[in-house]
């Protein structure tokens, strides 16, 4: 089970290997932000089928930019920034 607080990783779409945080659990779609193209103020919409969980859990930042340098990590992980 996905809780809010969880970071995952897009595994479909556009954004597929974007990560996001976790905000909110509705039904089986997830409230996604990533602090830059879906702000904490504006969280994206996706099925729980299109992402993959990581094993990391975060609190949930006062910012976007916390949020994006909390991230930052996963992505120079995976070769990114």
């Known amino acids: ?7 995952v990783q897009s ?11 976790v905000l909110a ?4 779609r997830l409230l996604l932000a990533d602090g830059r193209r879906r702000k904490l103020d504006n ?3 996706k099925s729980v ?5 990581t094993n990391t859990r975060l609190q949930r ?7 994006r340098e909390a991230l930052r990590a996963f992505h120079t992980d995976q070769g990114g920034e």
Request: charged letters at 30%; a positive charge; zero cysteines.
């Open 11 to 21: 595994a479909a779409g556009h954004d597929a290997g974007t990560f996001y945080l």
């Open 1 to 7: 089970m996905i809780e809010p607080g969880t970071v």
């Open 61 to 67: 930042p006062e910012t976007d930019k916390k949020l």
């Open 49 to 53: 089928r299109h992402i993959r969980k």
């Open 25 to 28: 659990v509705e039904n089986q």
């Open 43 to 45: 969280p994206k919409r």
